[in-house]
């Protein structure tokens, strides 16, 4: 089997993992009805490839005749890398917003663990590399990435004596001949609640103390002493909201125990090689980064089209300041493509694999997210105060005071008032409180990307340095 289907998808989820949400262990995570919606969010992935439309995009056909997912295919040129973002971006749309996860974060990763091993030059990594990416080719399975640890005390290392105890970062405490033992917990894992395995990477670069914290490997979900915390997502429209058509599409984020969790060798990709540490986790970000520049897009369009709409409705569409913030958010959303796809175009070769440009790619993610929250203020400013104070589905379909709720919430001679609360209603659902943190958070925090461009620019900006001591007579021309 080379793909599944969305349906295998779903009866592979049927395993002895452990999940809990709310409290309470969840039996079968297709009965619940939070995670019910996550995984339907995800099978956008394995719904893509039947669908005639996207099958060119999502589908790759390797050497042999099989039908891959593009996802696990091994990006050759700059072409490659721009349809793995059109890919992203359209599986986003799909998703009202939320991509479906199940294999993008997986490849990054992927790709970064081949990357590191070619830098290693180490035989046993590559082969073991080389092995897991055939083996996610032919099975198709959804992964997540858990690399951020909770860290304890940001400002010692996972080894230090002043951490409150040894395990904020995952560490092995054991060697033996079947694999390694592992104990820790990452934090915040998207979708691993209903994805089939885990995909471990350090979160950050690690000195020969830090040895036993240098570990990267991959496990199924279901590997005894594997424990998540998931946390609730509104999962289905309510009475009080507008009934819409379209179903909702989110994602829920785990807190993972790693109980002494034992890793076959075979899976094993880092292990004590701290120098490495460092590399991996970079390559892992300027891939990670760029899936995450590629996935914002869809929510920017809908910003614009949000605001444009309220302003519409509300019949200050020409009004000259409204104009203006509408102008903001369309360079917004064209900037960020823009530079995503720069980012593929004029991509850098790292470990032999095209990767996107790491610059670009920072730049990408961090005009983004340094930029989002005010976008969400000018949506906020276009649409006014009934974006937190309408009156609920339930008040406008009451018959007492649905004529009042036309009456009175109507905009323009063409807008209705259902039409502005369904507006602002969706509105609320997007531009919530969780994908604010999203936006700063996720793919690391501001300061990750600028250190990132910094870095990364240290041959540009003394190139411009010699250029400006030559203009200057400093040094001969
Ligand atoms: C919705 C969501 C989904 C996510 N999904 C995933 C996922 O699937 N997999 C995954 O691995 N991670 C995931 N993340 C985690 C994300 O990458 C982290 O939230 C991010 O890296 C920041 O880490 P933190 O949350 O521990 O915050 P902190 O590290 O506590 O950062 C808070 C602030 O402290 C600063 N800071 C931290 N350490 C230092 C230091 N040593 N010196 C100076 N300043 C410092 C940061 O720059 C930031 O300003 C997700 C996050 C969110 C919000």
Redesign the pocket.
Known sequence: MALMTAQQYKDSLKDGRVVYLCGERVPDVLANPMLRTCIETAAIDYEMPEMEEYRDLAVVTREDGDRISRYYHVPRSGDDLLKRHELMVEATRLGSGAIPFTHD?ASDAMNAVNITAALMGKEEYRERAEAYRRYLQDSDLSV?????DV?GD??QRPSSPRQGHPDYYLRIVDRNDEGIVVRGA?????AAAYFNELFVVP?RNMSEDDADYAVSFAIPVDTPGIIQVAHPIKADFGPLDFPVDIPLRWHT?SLIIFDDVTVPWERVFLCGEWAFAMPLVYNFAYFHRHTAASYRVPVSEMMVGMAQAMAEYNGVDKATHIIEKVTDLVIYVNMLKSLSRAACVDYVVHGGIPTPNPVITNMAKYYFASNFHRCVEIVQDVSGGLLSTAPTYADFSNPELSGFMEKYLGGTAEATAEQRLRMLQFIRRILCQ?IE??AV????????QRMTIYLESQEEIQKYKAMTEREAGISPH
């Open positions: 974060i997540a990435v858990a690399m951020s860290k940001r400002s990452k934090a915040h894992i998207s979160c984020d969780e943190v999203l958070q996720g793919e690391g925090s501001f300061q990750a």
